[in-house]
């Protein structure tokens, strides 16, 4: 296990290697594995990409996230803008049913609403809305209806397990009630237990996972 110490810089280290981050703007420190984040940033980019960075640190067991975001001269203007770029960037990609989201932005908060059929697509309208510039939060309401009647197979995601070379060998238990998906067992990082989640919405018919795996670091 590493010491609170060693925790903290290798965290401090992860944030100052990413180019959106100012590692000056965010306060670290670790306890135990579970380490909180503090500070300011202009973004809720650079907010999502700080707590993305740490989770991929070996050691971290939990985070804190307690970074705020610091705008000044809001106006209602910067809310059409937002909302009109947003719509433009949702048209032009090819991961995203643009015609089933809604869209709200108030006071530079992002609200996305509608209902798509997989769950990559929720997560990529998520990652585009989070990537506009100078919002202060995006809360993401699309739900997901699949309309593939296919049988989720429990063998076909323990298959996708065992093929990824980051979880290979990883001690996750793959179980399957109707188109529920639960992973239990343990991993040994943050970015395991999101690319073992990750996998599993990946497979047709999925609508929830059920996420019980615990991070075991050893």
């Excluded at 925790?7 to 670790?30: C, H, M, R, S």
């Excluded at 992002?110 to 809305?129: F, M, P, R, S």
Aim: no cysteine; hydrophobic share 40%; charged share 25%.
């Amino acid at each position: 296990m590493k010491t609170n110490e060693v925790l903290q810089k290798d965290v401090q280290d992860a944030i100052k290697w990413e180019p959106l981050l100012n590692a000056a703007e965010i306060g670290v420190t670790a306890i135990d594995g579970v380490v909180t984040l503090t500070g300011n940033v202009d973004s809720y980019a650079k907010k999502m990409e700080a707590e993305e960075a740490v989770k991929k640190v070996v050691g971290v067991l939990a985070v804190v996230e307690k970074i705020q975001i610091k705008m000044n001269n809001w106006n209602s203007n910067d809310d059409n803008e937002i909302a009109k770029e947003l719509v433009e960037a949702f048209n032009s990609s090819w991961q995203v049913p643009h015609e089933k989201i809604t869209v709200k932005v108030e006071n530079g908060w992002i609200t996305l609403g509608g209902e798509v059929d997989w769950n990559h697509q929720k997560e990529a309208a998520k990652k585009i809305a989070s990537n506009m510039p100078h919002i202060k939060w995006v809360t993401n309401n699309i739900t997901i209806k699949s309309q593939n009647e296919d049988t989720v197979e429990k063998e076909a995601i323990e298959s996708a397990m065992l093929r990824n070379s980051i979880l290979d060998d990883r001690a996750i238990t793959v179980e399957v009630t109707g188109t529920t998906v639960t992973l239990t067992g343990s991993v040994h990082s943050w970015y395991q237990k999101n690319e073992a989640n990750r996998v599993a919405w990946n497979a047709p018919g999925v609508l929830v996972v059920n996420d019980q795996l615990k991070i075991d670091y050893v």
